[in-house]
């Protein structure tokens, strides 16, 4: 257990059925790999990848594309659904390994949940009783490792009329939750297509920005961000600590927004 893990963690990638498929002028296939050149081409030492939701853009013919993309990593792949994935059939369609959805998993020393904040038909996130009672059993059997949440809506304020009303409308029973486990040390999120890295109670709370378009951040109504593709690097520290960063995909290469670093 007394080794740090590097973690990947990729966000909203948006996939179509159809791999010219765009969103808001973005070829979201395209970017997609663009990102995970990017990864490569820093030889990065990864144990494993995130995707925190959205993998496809409602069009579950998508997943095919995000697997083929993803087994070819050859690292495992834990997944949360997003608002605009099918959870069943996402479930279905990464069945087989690397792949995970949902569920936990132990890396060193520590212990990674993996949420569904999904709602059938919103685009807003709620945690069931069911979800909410089995975090707090994973947790409490785990005490000896550190945690670390993810999900896929935020589950506290962007400072975004628009956005806020589309995050999780349950949060107080999740913070509850986490509150009573001192081992949470990271609560992390996609949807909001920004980054953003706050600290409540001792937890970091990070969202990553997309593989594809971002939105602007304190935005009162919808808006595009010009920001490009980004991923999130996460070392998971064997003394609890976290070291994270957020690279952005330009042209030619990821820059890194140093002021996520830590």
């Known amino acids: 257990m007394n080794r740090d893990v590097r973690l990947l963690q990729l966000s909203d990638p948006h996939l179509f059925a159809d791999p010219d498929g765009e969103l808001r002028g973005v070829n979201t296939l395209t970017s997609l790999r663009r990102v995970l050149a990017a990864v490569r081409a820093r030889q990065l030492a990864i144990d494993a990848v995130v995707c925190s939701g959205d993998i496809v853009n409602d069009e579950p013919a998508g997943y095919v594309h995000f697997e083929r993309e993803l087994a070819g990593f050859g690292r495992p792949v834990y997944c949360v659904p997003g608002n605009h994935d099918d959870p069943a059939l996402m479930r279905r369609a990464l069945a087989a390994a690397p792949f995970q959805v949902c569920g936990q998993v132990d890396l060193g020393a520590w212990r990674i949940v993996l949420l569904d904040s999904c709602v059938p038909g919103k685009p807003s996130g709620h945690l069931s009783q069911a979800e909410l009672t089995r975090l707090d059993a994973v947790l409490s059997e785990s005490r000896d490792r550190f945690a670390m949440i993810c999900v896929h809506h935020h589950p506290i304020s962007m400072a975004s ?35 953003f890295d706050q600290r409540r109670r001792g937890v970091r ?32 520290r064997a003394d609890g600590t976290v070291d994270t960063e957020v690279l952005w995909v330009g042209d030619e290469t990821a820059q890194v927004d140093q002021a996520s670093a830590r």
């Open 205 to 236: 709370l990070l969202a990553t920005p997309s593989t594809g378009a971002q939105f602007l951040p304190l935005s009162t109504d919808f808006a595009i961000d010009a920001r490009p593709p980004a991923y999130r690097r996460l070392a998971l």
């Open 161 to 195: 009329r628009w956005l806020d009303a589309l995050g999780i409308d349950n949060a107080a029973a999740l913070f509850e939750v986490l509150d009573a486990h001192a081992q949470v040390r990271v609560l992390s999120f996609g949807h909001v297509h920004q980054l």
